[in-house]
C-alpha cells in the first residue's frame, strides 16, 4: 500500500504476499500507439477507424444475421430488448459499441447460443482508445489504484459533463458519436466504486486542475462536489497539490500505480496517444517513491476535502 509519508517497504522474498522473487525483472510492457507517432489524426475521426474496431464490426454483422434468421424487424426487436431501432441499426453497422447488458439480451432473445456473449468482452474493449486499452483490463481487475494528475480531473473521477468538455476540446476533433462513445466507456470506468470488493484508491490533483473551469464554472461545481462525494468513501482518499508548495516529487508528470489480486505491482504512464505500461521492479519501485512524497508533500485527505468546499463557496 502507498501511503503518506512513506512508501511501504515491499519484501521481493515474500512468497507468501505473493511477490516475485528478488532476481526476476520483467522486461517493459509496451502499449502501441493507436498510429505511428507523429501521424495526425483525421478531424472527425471515428471509433471504428481506429486498430481492434474490426471486433465491432464483426459483432454488427453477426447480430444482423441472428435477428433475420428470427425473422424480426429492428422496430421488433428493439421493444423486445429495450432499445430504438435507430440504435438496433447502429449496433448492426458498427456506428456505436453495444453495451454489455444489451449484448446478454440480443443473445437469449435470438437464441444465439452464446455466440454474442462470446465477443462481450472484446467489444468491450474496443470502447477505449487503442493505446488505452490494456490499461482499462488493469485497472478493473486492481486491488490498489494510485493515481498523480495535473492537466485534468482523473477520469475515473469525472462527471458526465466535465467529461464530455473534455473530449469537446480535443484536437483533431472528434465526431459527436465518438464522443458519445468516450464518455459511456469513461463512465462505465467507475463501476470500480461499486465493486463487491473495494479496491483502495488515492489520487494526488494539481490545484490548477480544480480552478480551471472546464465545461464552464457551473460544471465545474457540479464536478468539484462529486470530488467532495467520492472523498468521503471509505476506501478513496484524494488530496491537493498545492500551487503554493515550493518541494514537488512530480515534477515528471502524471502516472499511476497499480497491484493486482496477485501482487503484481504495475505503473502506467501515458503521453498524448502514446501509452506504457511498467513491470520491472526498479522502475515502478521509483515511482512508488515518487508517489509517497507526493502525499506528503500534498494536502491531507481531510485539508483536501476543506479545500473543496472553499472553492465551491467561491463558485
Same mark, same amino acid.
Given at each position: 500500500?502507498?501511503?503518506?509519508?512513506?512508501?511501504?517497504?515491499?519484501?521481493?522474498?515474500?512468497?507468501?504476499?505473493?511477490?516475485?522473487?528478488?532476481?526476476?525483472?520483467?522486461?517493459?510492457?509496451?502499449?502501441?500507439?493507436?498510429?505511428?507517432?507523429?501521424?495526425?489524426?483525421?478531424?472527425?475521426?471515428?471509433?471504428?477507424?481506429?486498430?481492434?474496431?474490426?471486433?465491432?464490426?464483426?459483432?454488427?454483422?453477426?447480430?444482423?444475421?441472428?435477428?433475420?434468421?428470427?425473422?424480426?424487424?429492428?422496430?421488433?426487436?428493439?421493444?423486445?430488448?429495450?432499445?430504438?431501432?435507430?440504435?438496433?441499426?447502429?449496433?448492426?453497422?458498427?456506428?456505436?459499441?453495444?453495451?454489455?447488458?444489451?449484448?446478454?439480451?440480443?443473445?437469449?432473445?435470438?437464441?444465439?447460443?452464446?455466440?454474442?456473449?462470446?465477443?462481450?468482452?472484446?467489444?468491450?474493449?474496443?470502447?477505449?482508445?487503442?493505446?488505452?486499452?490494456?490499461?482499462?483490463?488493469?485497472?478493473?481487475?486492481?486491488?490498489?489504484?494510485?493515481?498523480?494528475?495535473?492537466?485534468?480531473?482523473?477520469?475515473?473521477?469525472?462527471?458526465?459533463?466535465?467529461?464530455? !468538455?473534455? %473530449?469537446?476540446? +480535443? =484536437?483533431?476533433?472528434?465526431?459527436?458519436?465518438? #464522443? $458519445?462513445?468516450? @464518455?459511456?466507456? *469513461?463512465?462505465?470506468?467507475? !463501476?470500480? %466504486?461499486?465493486? +463487491? =470488493?473495494?479496491?483502495?484508491?488515492?489520487?494526488? #490533483? $494539481?490545484?490548477? @486542475?480544480?480552478? *480551471?473551469?472546464?465545461?464552464?464554472?457551473?460544471?465545474?461545481?457540479?464536478?468539484?462536489?462529486?470530488?467532495?462525494?467520492?472523498?468521503?468513501?471509505?476506501?478513496?482518499?484524494?488530496?491537493?497539490?498545492?500551487?503554493?508548495?515550493?518541494?514537488?516529487?512530480?515534477?515528471?508528470?502524471?502516472?499511476?500505480?497499480?497491484?493486482?489480486?496477485?501482487?503484481?505491482?504495475?505503473?502506467?504512464?501515458?503521453?498524448?496517444?502514446?501509452?506504457?505500461?511498467?513491470?520491472?521492479?526498479?522502475?515502478?519501485?521509483?515511482?512508488?517513491?515518487?508517489?509517497?512524497?507526493?502525499?506528503?508533500?500534498?494536502?491531507?485527505?481531510?485539508?483536501?476535502?476543506?479545500?473543496?468546499?472553499?472553492?465551491?463557496?467561491?463558485?
Amino acid at each position: 500500500m502507498y501511503v503518506r509519508g512513506r512508501v511501504a517497504a515491499v519484501r521481493q522474498d515474500d512468497a507468501a504476499g505473493g511477490r516475485e522473487p528478488v532476481d526476476v525483472v520483467e522486461p517493459v510492457e509496451r502499449v502501441p500507439a493507436m498510429e505511428p507517432p507523429g501521424a495526425a489524426e483525421p478531424a472527425g475521426k471515428r471509433p471504428e477507424d481506429e486498430p481492434g474496431q474490426g471486433v465491432v464490426t464483426a459483432f454488427g454483422r453477426q447480430l444482423k444475421l441472428f435477428r433475420t434468421r428470427a425473422g424480426l424487424g429492428r422496430p421488433e426487436f428493439g421493444k423486445l430488448v429495450g432499445y430504438a431501432a435507430q440504435s438496433i441499426a447502429s449496433f448492426e453497422q458498427g456506428r456505436r459499441i453495444p453495451p454489455p447488458r444489451f449484448i446478454d439480451r440480443a443473445d437469449e432473445v435470438l437464441d444465439a447460443g452464446g455466440v454474442l456473449k462470446a465477443l462481450k468482452d472484446e467489444v468491450a474493449r474496443a470502447q477505449y482508445p487503442a493505446f488505452f486499452r490494456d490499461m482499462a483490463r488493469l485497472e478493473a481487475e486492481a486491488v490498489e489504484l494510485h493515481v498523480y494528475d495535473t492537466h485534468v480531473i482523473n477520469g475515473l473521477l469525472q462527471t458526465e459533463e466535465y467529461a464530455r !468538455a473534455v %473530449f469537446r476540446m +480535443r =484536437r483533431p476533433l472528434l465526431d459527436e458519436d465518438t #464522443i $458519445e462513445h468516450r @464518455v459511456s466507456a *469513461r463512465l462505465g470506468r467507475q !463501476a470500480i %466504486f461499486s465493486r +463487491r =470488493r473495494l479496491p483502495t484508491l488515492s489520487f494526488v #490533483i $494539481e490545484e490548477s @486542475v480544480l480552478t *480551471r473551469p472546464i465545461g464552464g464554472r457551473e460544471g465545474m461545481r457540479g464536478q468539484l462536489e462529486q470530488l467532495l462525494l467520492h472523498g468521503q468513501r471509505r476506501n478513496v482518499e484524494i488530496q491537493v497539490m498545492p500551487n503554493e508548495r515550493e518541494e514537488h516529487s512530480g515534477l515528471a508528470g502524471p502516472f499511476t500505480l497499480m497491484e493486482t489480486a496477485k501482487g503484481r505491482r504495475i505503473a502506467y504512464v501515458e503521453v498524448q496517444k502514446d501509452s506504457r505500461l511498467y513491470t520491472d521492479r526498479e522502475t515502478v519501485r521509483e515511482m512508488e517513491a515518487q508517489y509517497g512524497i507526493l502525499r506528503a508533500q500534498a494536502l491531507t485527505p481531510r485539508e483536501s476535502l476543506t479545500f473543496f468546499e472553499k472553492l465551491l463557496g467561491e463558485r
